[in-house]
């Protein structure tokens, strides 16, 4: 069974930093593209961080990047988004993605990546 599995949400002040991590089971990471996705309430889920298979190529959004990192720990089959000096507009529930087609970054939808993780909130708030 092919699933992935997030951690690491929960509640950090203005400026503070939060590592949110997704595992995988039943497939390796490592010939998948893998995604960050984020719904804040009220608005469409938009994928924020993209990492190719077996490259070390990644792509933000721009309302992230400077300050989100995406990884890939191929030994852990795991994924993980490093978030720092995080901002109360990046409250919202973030979900971990994987897809086979591994090499196209530039495939930006929800519908583009076929397994999920199930969500974690992540409140910015003082």
């Known amino acids: 069974q092919l699933q992935l599995v997030e951690s690491g949400g929960g509640l950090v002040q203005p400026g503070g930093s939060l590592r949110l991590s997704c595992a995988a089971s039943?497939?390796?990471?490592?010939?998948?593209?893998i995604g960050w996705f984020r719904q804040a309430p009220g608005k469409e889920r938009e994928r924020i961080s993209c990492?190719?298979?077996?490259?070390?190529?990644?792509y933000y959004a721009d309302s992230v990047k400077g300050r989100f990192t995406i990884s890939r720990d191929s030994a852990k089959n795991m994924m993980y988004l490093q978030m720092n000096n995080l901002k109360a507009e990046d409250t919202a529930v973030f979900y971990c993605a994987a897809d086979p087609q591994g090499y196209d970054c530039s495939l930006t939808q929800s519908y583009d990546y076929e397994y999920w993780g199930q969500g974690t909130q992540v409140t910015v708030s003082s």
């Open positions: 990492l190719i298979s077996w490259g070390s190529s990644a």
């Open positions: 039943g497939f390796s990471l490592d010939y998948y593209r």
